[in-house]
Nanobody, 120 residues
Framework: QVQLVESGGGLVQAGGSLRLSCAASGSIFSIKLMGWDRQTQGKHRELVAT???????NYADSLKGRFTISRDNAKNTVYLRMNSLKPEDTGVYYC??????????????WGQGTQVTVSS
């Protein structure tokens, strides 16, 4: 069974930084696309960033320059470095991945979410 487990969320002051991690585990053959999305207060769930297995990245326009996505293919792990955090970045951050495993695929999987709180 495939699982995505996030870590690294927490409380930070405005202007600070956090790095989120998300590790995929299970009987994984390959992971094509990995990414992050978020649910912030008063907004629909939105894309934050994605990264292909070859390292090609895509960001929400509003987050370019502050957030950086990266991945370690050997560890099946994706990271999100968040700098210059603002109170409006507060929310739950979810990792996701398109994974091929013994059950087939690729299928989309999501982590349980990690809370990020930015205080003003």
């Amino acid at each position: 069974q495939v699982q995505l487990v996030e870590s690294g969320g927490g409380l930070v002051q405005a202007g600070g930084s956090l790095r989120l991690s998300c590790a995929a585990s299970g009987s994984i053959f390959s992971i094509k696309l990995m990414g992050w999305d978020r649910q912030t207060q008063g907004k629909h769930r939105e894309l934050v960033a994605t990264i292909t297995s070859g390292g090609r990245t895509n960001y929400a326009d509003s987050l370019k320059g502050r957030f950086t996505i990266s991945r370690d293919n050997a560890k099946n792990t994706v990271y999100l470095r968040m700098n210059s955090l603002k109170p409006e970045d507060t929310g739950v951050y979810y990792c996701n991945a398109a994974i091929s495993s013994i059950v087939g695929g690729p299928y989309n999987y999501w982590g349980q979410g990690t809370q990020v709180t930015v205080s003003s």
